[in-house]
């Protein structure tokens, strides 16, 4: 599978931005698929995951309540809803996938070492 992320931007503390991460190659039915954040000068981080399968999802405590994950599966893409942006969002982007076949989303699916294939990621920046 071949994923693409897009969506990110500039927006002032308290905006909103969504991300899409449109795949190809393959349905994501059997995926579940994660995304993770880069501040500079920080290990990579998860931040939501959901289970194309099942639907359940994960989310990282710093999130929680403000980022929400979904599928749009008749466009092949996951999205991440971010509201009450804080300038300790800010970062690279990136989705992720792996092959789960039928199951729910993991913490191990919250871990980058958790994933096999990744797309390039989308700049967001949260500053007044």
């Known amino acids: 599978v071949q994923l693409q992320a897009s969506g990110g931007g500039s927006v002032q503390p308290g905006g909103s931005l969504r991300l899409s991460c449109a795949a190809s190659g393959s349905t994501l039915d059997y995926y579940a698929i994660a995304w993770f954040r880069q501040a500079p000068g920080k290990e990579r981080e998860g931040v939501s995951s959901?289970?194309?399968?099942?639907?359940?999802?994960l989310y990282a405590d710093s999130v929680k309540g403000r980022f929400t994950t979904s599928r749009d599966a008749t466009e092949n893409t996951v999205h991440l809803q971010m509201n009450s942006l804080k300038p300790e969002d800010t970062g690279v982007y990136y989705c992720?996938?792996?092959?789960?076949?039928?199951?729910?989303?993991?913490?191990?699916?919250?871990?980058?070492?958790?994933?096999?294939?990744w797309g390039e990621g989308t700049l967001v920046t949260v500053s007044s």
């Open positions: 992720a996938a792996v092959l789960i076949v039928y199951g729910s989303t993991t913490s191990d699916h919250l871990r980058p070492g958790g994933m096999n294939f």
């Open positions: 959901i289970s194309c399968s099942d639907g359940s999802t």
